[in-house]
């Protein structure tokens, strides 16, 4: 069995991770560190596991563990392995953004390889640290990569895309309050968003001359779990030539499909599924992508790459389905 560790166990990805382990037939739970809830059941957080686990948070570690996931605030997994030290053998995930650029994936000797399966899929089975990707970042990158692989991204990209309410995480704001919340939509980092520097990333990986904009425009939903991005920009091609190559591109992706239907959210809620659909209106090509923010989006490609880290079938504890009333 391998051996699991989770720093940061109180949040929302901490719990979608503590669902999916308690259920993989390969992993073993042995510890979830959250300093402001030691001593207490983890079911007294995650409150629909009462009955499922009796373990309890702990404030201190196993170093000797075969995995650890950190789902700590962005900045803070830095600050975590600076002050705790574990086993040269135990591999790691990131769940926050500290190690997901070129710029920062070198931490104490330890380099993290970005782990976006449909990318890099046999880079991921040979590390032992992995910066997983973010929400919005999963959801846009598998819209664009395959014109990134022919070098068909020559114009701006418009993007739209609409978070649930869990991608704020659980800290309460102004925002994410439910009488702020419920009946109501905004925007916000108009065109600053964190993800842009990974998707840019992304892209130039497979597309080096890349240099055009990303125009992304991230906005809250009124809904507890999801993402809905919309992508746009000029295309010659034929719609049949643009499905052909989304098709090629991810013959051998588990998770990633392109459906020949237009999508909707519900499709994807609660499975580690993205879904893709491809619109040609006279130049523009319109490609929709649709991700769980909280599986695909987070703690079930984590779960991915750490089933491709340890060599096992990449779908292991991931065959989740969909809740659509």
């Avoid at 705790?84 to 710029?103: C, H, M, Q, V, Y």
């Avoid at 993007?159 to 925002?175: E, F, M, P, Q, R």
């Amino acid at each position: 069995m391998i051996e699991v560790g989770i720093i940061g166990g109180a949040g929302y990805t901490a719990g979608e991770l503590i669902r999916l382990l308690i259920s993989h037939p390969k992993t073993n739970l042995n510890f979830v560190y959250s300093t402001s809830n030691a001593g207490n059941k983890i079911s007294k957080v995650h409150q629909d596991l009462v009955g499922s686990l009796d373990l309890k948070f702990t404030n201190t570690i196993n170093p000797d563990i075969d995995v650890l996931f950190l789902c700590l605030g962005h900045g803070n997994s830095v600050k975590f392995l600076d002050n705790n030290t574990f086993s040269e053998n135990t591999k790691i995930i990131d769940l926050g953004n500290d190690f997901r650029l070129e710029a920062d994936k070198v931490f104490k000797g330890k380099t993290f390889v970005y782990g976006l399966p449909e990318l890099q899929k046999e880079d991921i089975r040979q590390a032992k640290y992995i910066a997983n990707p973010g929400c919005f970042a999963t959801a846009i990158q598998l819209a664009l990569l395959p014109l990134a692989a022919q070098d068909l991204l020559n114009n701006d990209l418009h993007v739209n895309a609409v978070t649930g309410a869990t991608g704020a995480g659980t800290s309460l704001s102004a925002t994410t309050h439910y009488t702020w919340r419920d009946n109501n939509f905004s925007y916000y980092k108009p065109f600053t968003h964190q993800h842009l520097g990974e998707i840019n990333q992304s892209v130039k990986q497979l597309q080096n001359d890349f240099e055009s904009d990303i125009l992304f425009m991230p906005n809250r939903g009124n809904f507890s779990r999801g993402i809905f991005a919309t992508v746009y920009t000029d295309f010659e091609a034929s719609i049949e030539d643009a499905v052909t190559m989304y098709k090629t591109f991810y013959k051998d992706a588990e998770f990633t499909f392109v459906s020949d239907e237009s999508l909707h959210l519900k499709q994807v809620v609660n499975t580690n599924k993205c879904l893709i659909h491809l619109h040609k209106h006279g130049n523009k090509l319109l490609i929709t992508s649709i991700i769980d923010n909280l599986l695909k989006g987070a703690s079930g490609q984590a779960i991915q790459n750490m089933n491709l880290m340890f060599g096992i079938a990449e779908t292991e504890g991931l065959k989740l389905k969909a809740t659509y009333f």
